[in-house]
């Protein structure tokens, strides 16, 4: 494989974040109307009309999206690691962690997804089955938090090391991902409340993580994307030489 060769499949990586992003909006969020999704504090009847009823179909498709998707986020995981890895050098550890932690997350969301597809499967499962398999999805989900908060400080820490002419992410979108990963303590709260702010269907449990999670993935997966036009520039030019 040759140089130029050996980027572009690098970029098909990348790539694979990107659609990942966008497949999990339009899927999760938009089809299975998870932008505005079942509180909390629904009772197991209303959480089962919920599924079963009233999003059942949305539900199975917009999660069928999901996880075809959280597939895609472990190629993308792996080329970020390796991309890290050459500005970190011998035994890159955190460039290693944060390929891991996304790799994790995909495995994550994955589960999230088989969960929500079985609260709407069968509409004979009672309704205290549904909820269980509900909650479990949603702080599978969000309690995760804990592999993208320490994803997001590795990958800053390796940013901060890049001293190159033109460094792969920029600081100021280092200080922005270490100051991000700060946001994602709301998340702990959907363990303590059911309703307000903090619970899984509220800003700080829900909406902030999610937007902070995703706003990284794209802002910095772009970032990567241009270091890798940057090297096919170069290459073409020492192979015009």
């Known amino acids: 494989m040759t140089r130029i060769d050996n980027i572009n499949s690098q970029k098909v990586a990348l790539w694979c974040t990107w659609i990942f992003v966008?497949?999990?909006?339009?899927?999760?969020?938009?089809?299975?109307?998870?932008?505005a999704p079942a509180p909390a504090s629904l009772s197991p009847e209303e959480t089962k009309i919920w599924f079963s009823e009233t999003y059942k179909w949305q539900t199975i498709v917009g999660c069928t999206f999901l996880y075809i998707g959280s597939a895609l986020l472990t190629p993308g995981s792996i080329q970020w690691g390796i991309m890290l890895a050459e500005v970190e050098g011998p035994r890159p550890i955190w460039s290693i962690t944060t390929a891991v932690c996304g790799i994790f997350i995909s495995l994550i969301v994955f589960l999230n997804a088989c969960a929500w597809?079985?609260?709407?499967?069968?509409?004979?499962?009672?309704?205290?089955?549904?909820?269980?398999?509900?909650?479990?999805?949603?702080?599978?989900?969000?309690?995760?938090?804990?592999?993208?908060?320490?994803?997001?400080?590795?990958?800053?820490c390796v940013e901060f090391k890049d001293k190159s002419e033109h460094p792969?992410?920029?600081?100021?979108?280092?200080?922005?991902?270490?100051?991000?990963?700060?946001?994602?303590?709301?998340?702990?709260?959907?363990?303590?409340?059911?309703?307000?702010?903090?619970?899984?269907?509220?800003?700080?449990?829900?909406?902030?993580?999610?937007f902070v999670w995703g706003s990284y993935l794209i802002s910095t997966n772009w970032f990567m994307y241009q270091k890798l036009n940057r090297d096919k520039i170069a290459a073409i030019k020492s192979n015009a030489v």
């Open 22 to 35: 966008a497949l999990t909006a339009i899927g999760w969020l938009g089809i299975a109307h998870f932008y």
């Open 117 to 156: 597809i079985v609260c709407s499967y069968r509409a004979t499962t009672s309704p205290d089955v549904i909820q269980a398999f509900n909650d479990w999805a949603w702080f599978a989900f969000l309690f995760g938090w804990v592999y993208l908060a320490i994803e997001m400080l590795a990958s800053a």
């Open 168 to 210: 792969i992410v920029p600081r100021w979108m280092a200080w922005l991902t270490l100051f991000s990963a700060m946001t994602m303590f709301g998340a702990i709260g959907p363990a303590f409340f059911k309703v307000g702010p903090f619970a899984y269907h509220g800003l700080f449990g829900f909406y902030i993580p999610v």
